[in-house]
């Protein structure tokens, strides 16, 4: 059995010294102040790991909700691209049809028609 290097000989040599340095008569009482050390330190830990576990648990949780909301976005997003993307495919049909419904088909224009369909119109305030 070893703990941090130290084997029971070693444990053994540590009691004894601690017993001469110490004395029988003051041992007991080192012994309780000992073990309430340790009952603090291991309260002082768990309360330290629970504290850890909450603030964990606390950032799951808002990164869960960050993460849905980035979803809603990304799929709102999706959807507006989608609608944009129709609406531009149907204006550039709207387009293409009233480019092929003014441009006459060759030969059948005169060069008043072609020069009055290349001038830009102007509004009239």
Same mark, same amino acid.
């Given at each position: &059995? =070893? ?20 004395? #029988?008569?003051?041992?007991?009482? &080192? ?14 830990? +768990? ?5 850890? +576990? ?6 799951? =949780? =808002?990164?869960?909700? &960050? ?6 976005? !990304?799929?709102?997003? %999706?959807? !507006? ?5 129709? =609406? ?5 049909? %709207? ?8 441009? #006459? ?12 369909? !290349?001038? #830009?119109?102007? #509004? !009239?305030?």
């Amino acid at each position: &059995m =070893e703990f941090l290097g130290i084997g029971l000989p070693e444990l053994l040599v540590i009691l004894v010294l601690i017993l001469i340095v110490v004395g #029988p008569s003051r041992l007991p009482e &080192m012994a309780a102040q000992l073990a309430r050390f340790i009952r603090a330190a291991r309260r002082y830990g +768990n309360q330290v790991t629970k504290d850890f +576990n909450e603030a964990l648990s606390d950032l799951e =949780e =808002e990164y869960d909700e &960050m993460k849905g909301e980035w979803k809603e976005v !990304s799929q709102g997003l %999706d959807k !507006s691209v989608k609608d944009v993307g129709k =609406e531009l495919k149907a204006a550039d049909a %709207d387009v293409r049809k009233a480019l092929d419904s003014a441009v #006459p088909s060759e030969g059948s224009s005169t060069a008043s028609e072609t020069s009055k369909a !290349s001038k #830009p119109t102007t #509004p !009239s305030d």
